[in-house]
């Protein structure tokens, strides 16, 4: 890296080199869904255009959603859609100052995960 | 290495506050349409037809796309400048992360259209 205008400027962490706290798991998971919701958009608009565009168009949507693995995808896809929405409130929780602390935040994420432990299983009982 | 050139209005803080406004008409969205087809279980073409005929519920995508397109590039912007950076690229990163935004906004356009059409097509 090339000399910074002071010798002493903090330099980033690699973050590949630290032992990650719960904290770093819910945060990373928020956006590895938020990347899979990215590209699943594409497969729910594709559902959402087919089923709009005519009778036999929903029919087909339909009878699609039954087979296991359009199932799986549509799980896995509310999956990463649940949890981004409660790692999402979780955030802006925070944003009004609730707990922010080190002690708050690990809570925080315990929480995130089994909220989003429940209402995955419950999804999953709908979808089947 | 400059970042903030590709960031979406070229103030952090206008960036975390559209992320966080887009944020909550998602949710609404969201919590609303999946709210809708768990209280309908069985429903037909000519309800679901209906419920997207309303202009209320035009309106209320198109908000949501809207709402997509901002909430995507700041989530997308983030990861491209917190991963694809010259720590885990070299000199490469600034071209990759370039190439890696341009895909993202062109595939948030065709979204966008994409959502446009079905909206309007029926």
Redesign the interface.
């Known amino acids: 890296m090339k000399k910074a205008v002071k010798s002493q400027r903090p330099v ?1 962490l ?1 973050l590949r080199t630290i032992k990650l706290p719960v904290t770093a798991y819910t945060s990373i998971l928020h ?1 590895i869904s ?2 899979i919701l ?1 590209v699943g ?2 497969i729910m ?1 594709y559902a ?2 087919k ?3 005519s ?1 036999e168009g ?2 087909a949507v339909k009878a699609c959603l039954t087979s296991p693995l359009a199932k799986l995808v549509t799980w896995a896809l ?1 999956s990463a ?1 649940l949890y981004h ?1 409660v790692a ?2 979780r ?2 929780i925070m ?1 009004a100052g609730i707990g922010e602390t080190l002690e708050g935040g690990k809570l925080g994420s315990k929480i995130v995960i089994a909220v989003s432990v429940v209402i995955i299983v419950l999804a999953g009982v ?1 979808i089947w | 290495m400059v970042t903030n050139v590709t960031n979406l209005s070229r103030s952090g803080l206008y960036d975390w506050m559209a992320q ?1 406004v887009s ?2 008409m998602l ?1 609404a969205y ?2 609303f349409l ?1 709210g809708y087809l ?1 209280t309908h279980p069985g429903m ?2 000519a309800q ?2 209906e419920l ?1 005929s309303h202009k209320g519920m035009r309106i209320f995508s198109l908000l949501a796309f809207v709402a ?1 397109g901002a909430h ?1 590039w700041v ?2 912007w ?2 491209a400048t917190d991963y694809l ?1 010259q ?1 885990a690229l070299g000199k490469s990163a600034t071209t990759v992360r370039f190439l890696f935004q341009a895909v ?1 906004g062109v ?1 948030m356009f065709a ?1 966008f259209v ?2 446009v ?2 909206l309007w ?2």
Request: proline share 0%.
């Open positions: 980033n690699d956006r938020g990347v990215f958009i594409s608009l959402l255009d089923s709009l565009g009778e929903f029919v509310l859609l929405l999402g409130v955030h802006l944003d709908w | 966080r944020a909550v949710a969201f919590i999946i768990v037909d073409y679901w037809h997207f997509l995507a989530g997308m983030t990861i950076t720590m993202c595939v979204y994409w959502g059409q079905i097509g029926i």
